[in-house]
């Protein structure tokens, strides 16, 4: 059995993508694109995932053309 290099470093590979996130929501606030109340629901709200598309077979057919391994996406959560 292989061991998937990126799982290996999915928590380092998650923290960056987050700083990242953070970064352009300060940035779109201090340049007054968003409030800082916006920023904090985005903050809050919505997370930063790696989804590998063969452990969703269905969900790629529908939503996604890409063929990549990994998939980064912004996605909203709610209670």
């Known amino acids: 059995m292989k061991i998937d290099g990126m799982l290996i470093d999915l928590e380092d590979h998650l923290n960056n993508y987050n700083n990242v996130k953070e970064v352009v929501l300060a940035r779109l606030v201090k340049d007054g694109v968003i409030t800082q109340e916006q920023a904090t629901e985005y903050t809050e709200k919505w997370n930063v995932m790696l989804i590998k598309p063969s452990w969703f077979q269905s969900w790629k057919k529908r939503f996604s053309n890409d063929n990549s391994d990994y998939l ?5 959560f709610e209670d």
């Open 72 to 76: 980064i996406k912004y996605i909203r």
